[in-house]
């Protein structure tokens, strides 16, 4: 519905799939994202004109059962995805999605809220309880903080090599190979 649930339109981008869950961008109506389920896939799509057109964004996830998902508003447009084994997380800044464990459950996520005022998100889980964490940041470390804390070995590398980061941190951190 565009106009307040006067008249409603069915957009759905594959009428064998089931929609498990929708969110809305609170910024920007017309975007949205949802996770479906169907006979043979599972597939997580992204739509910016209120549905009237669908991008599959589901990546590298394989067919893992998705129950819900989540907007984490100004992230990069991130996104949780409640699945059969637990939470993955992908913004705008990322190729593909990324297991979300940080002290999540690798168990089927019902349902998800974010407490921005904490900082956390809570998963809702099917017979384990709800969980919390962090949410996902970027944390931005300056170059002497870096130079400090981060060692790569061995030096030169031929297929393999060790990065350590020690860091006094409880951020999630990501490292990119650029």
């Known amino acids: 519905t565009k106009n307040g649930g006067t008249g409603w339109a069915t957009k759905i981008p594959d009428a064998n799939m089931d929609i498990t869950g929708i969110v809305i961008d609170e910024n920007n109506p017309a975007k949205l994202w949802i996770c479906c389920t ?48 637990g939470v993955f997380y992908k913004d705008t800044t990322m190729v593909n999605w990324i297991s979300y464990n940080s002290n999540l459950p690798n168990v089927r996520v019902t349902d998800f809220e974010i407490n921005y005022t904490a900082g956390y998100i809570r998963a809702a889980t099917f017979g384990r309880s709800v969980w919390e964490s962090q949410l996902y940041t970027i944390v931005n470390i300056n170059e002497n903080e870096l130079n400090n804390s981060l060692s790569v070995y061995p030096v030169p590398a031929k297929n393999e090599f060790n990065v350590l980061l020690s860091l006094k941190t409880e951020k999630y951190i990501r490292l990119a190979l650029l």
């Open 38 to 85: 169907g006979s043979s896939t599972s597939k997580v799509y992204l739509s910016k004109d209120a549905g009237n057109s669908w991008t599959d964004i589901t990546g590298n996830l394989t067919n893992l059962g998705f129950n819900c998902i989540i907007h984490q508003k100004n992230a990069n447009d991130g996104l949780y995805l409640g699945t059969e084994v």
